[in-house]
């Protein structure tokens, strides 16, 4: 049964991510910066320069949210960058922050499906994904449609959460995260959901080994899995 934010909806998860994202939009930056001590710029900066040695030059992020990955995907010197997400009101946010940056002649926000990509067949040089495949309906048909429309050769890079496994980290984050982090999500962001729902689909999330499988199954190929912050965050590469 997958992990959905509000247990008493009946919505599936797509719906019910997007309406958690639009709730919470307002709030994401300051949370995501705060909950990580800052930690997640670092990871961020980490997965992009993985991209450095392909010097892409059209690039697709999904799940783009405010589009904060994108942004620092700005550092390879891309022509352009188009940003994917279902919740119009995380676009909202990234468009006016686009705005205010002077970089929307550099980076296009727009709504997209991740499991139907509004993008034809090897279309672009590179893919990135920062903290939202985890929210995938179908992770596998999500990766497949990555895939297709990457081009050959062509790299995706995805920067997700998972879950320490070594002691005493293994405790101390899922004390964290099953505590701390849900109490301080809702004060900050008034959705009593949305970080309850955070630790519990980084629990159900199959990270590691389990996710290459995955990234394999649907044909990317020499894949790669880096481990950060003792497990608490990890970075997938695969080439198409």
């Not at 800052?38 to 040695?53: C, H, M, P």
């Not at 099953?178 to 955070?198: E, H, Q």
Request: glycine share 8%; proline share 4%.
């Amino acid at each position: 049964m997958a992990v959905v934010p509000y247990k008493d909806q009946s919505g599936d998860k797509k719906s019910q991510v997007a309406q958690m994202f639009n709730n919470i939009a307002g709030k994401y930056d300051f949370l995501n910066h705060f909950l990580s001590a800052g930690i997640d710029i670092i990871w961020r900066r980490k997965a992009i320069s993985l991209l450095k040695a392909a010097q892409p030059k059209l690039m697709l992020d999904v799940a783009t949210g405010t589009g904060d990955f994108a942004i620092e995907a700005l550092s390879l010197q891309p022509d352009k960058i188009i940003g994917v997400d279902i919740s119009e009101g995380m676009l909202a946010v990234g468009r006016e922050k686009m705005a205010k940056k002077g970089l929307t002649h550099k980076i296009e926000l727009q709504y997209g499906d991740s499991e139907n990509l509004p993008f034809g067949d090897n279309t672009f040089d590179a893919i990135t994904v920062a903290f939202g495949v985890r929210n995938f309906e179908n992770l596998e048909k999500g990766l497949a449609e990555m895939y297709r429309v990457l081009k050959p050769g062509g790299t995706a890079v995805v920067l997700e959460f998972s879950n320490p496994r070594s002691f005493p980290m293994k405790q101390l984050y899922h004390f964290y995260s099953s505590n701390i982090l849900p109490m301080i999500g809702k004060f900050v962001s008034k959705d009593n959901a949305a970080y309850t729902y955070l630790p519990e689909s980084v629990q159900a999330f199959p990270d590691g080994q389990a996710f290459l499988n995955i990234y394999e199954k649907v044909g990317f190929k020499s894949t790669k899995w880096h481990s950060l912050t003792f497990g608490i965050s990890s970075i997938y590469t695969g080439r198409k």
